[in-house]
């Protein structure tokens, strides 16, 4: 048998909660144009007062770009229109608009938090963390469905589109975050897929579908993001228990290197790339993999986490920033289907306990997380 999840399809109350929030206005458009052609921009960095002769009222902020040659070096008002900059002088300053002056509001983002898990984790960080908190979406009329239904709950989650499958549309998450709030403080990388049991795709399609977004977008995510993340930062890959199990299915070599501590990043690709082509070859099982393409992913998202935290040590040591892989339960979703014993927000307390480990705490880091207890890997 090569299906995956022995879920059940969703129940009609969830199709019917899914339909109820469809209809909803968009809300206003949180996410800023992306600049086209045009070098990176120079960011500001906040100044003393400016003399009223610079045009500011003593309540005004101001802010000196820093990176203006010192003909430019003039002061820019938030808030003023940005025609206004324009006229006022340098060409230096033509691309920052007062709106892309950065931000000091720690930032949150959850991938694939349209609905299930990653929603529930948006709902819990937007009443616990304190900042923005991005609620992503690969289709952004699904996310904007997501964003007004929590608006309605009294939350006020901003939204971003965020594809993992696809390259651009990451680069362009981690560009906006660059921009606008200079890094990110929590990555939950909650994105995933699971063929049902049921599913009569071919295996070898299953694992390349699956492989690609539960390990090698989610790694691309964190190649992409993980340089942003701030100091005590916190990141949470959501993986399961079913990699636990999958690696029990491994042959005693796979498991050794799949536990090994010294394992790098590139030899993990070489390993889910060769899983991969076993199963075009139908010799998957023969090579020492287990029957669940899911479950492969998933070991995947473990180790790739085990490694990250290693080179956080390695590299970061003194930024005090902890990185965790978990599993968050059998959970109601699309997904795991309705007999799953836990709601979403049950699902999210797990995540959302590692997002938001306090500044003090030093650990858990690098390890596997269920119940909010570390498990062995
Ligand atoms: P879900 O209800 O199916 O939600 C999955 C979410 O991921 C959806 O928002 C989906 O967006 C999004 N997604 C899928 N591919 C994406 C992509 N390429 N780019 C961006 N977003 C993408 O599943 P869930 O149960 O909440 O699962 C959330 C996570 O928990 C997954 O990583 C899953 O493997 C893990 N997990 C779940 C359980 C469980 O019992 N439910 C158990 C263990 C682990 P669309 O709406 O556009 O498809």
Redesign the pocket.
Known sequence: MTGE?H?PPAPDSLQRERESIDGHAIPRKTHLAKRKNKPPLPLPSPTRPAPAAAGGGAARRHFRCARLPPRCAQLLLVGRPFPALRSAGSDCCFGIHPEKIMSNVPVAVV??????????IVRDLCKQFKGDVYL????PA?GQEAVAKLQEEGLHPLFHQ?????LQ?IKVLRDFLKEKYGGLNVLV??????FKVSDRTPFAVQAEVTL???FF?TRNICTELLPLIKPYGRVVN?????SISALGGCSQELQKKFRSDTITEDELVELMTKFVEDTKKSVHEKEGWPNTA?GVS?IG?TVLSRIQARMLNEKRKGDHILLNAC??????????GPK?P?S?EE?AETPVYLALLPSDADGPHGQFVSEKTVRTW
């Not at 992503?136 to 289709?139: G, K, N, S, V, W």
């Not at 990388?189 to 699971?194: E, F, Q």
Request: charged content about 20%.
């Open positions: 999840y879920f991938t694939g938090s349209n609905k299930g898990i990653g929603l529930a992503t979406a690969r289709d699904r965020l594809d993992i499958d696809d549309s990388n909650n994105a995933g897929i699971a690609k977004t539960n977008g959501v993986s399961s228990m079913v899911y998933k998202v599993c968050p339960g059998w959970v109601r979703t699309d997904m795991a799953a836990k979403p699902g």
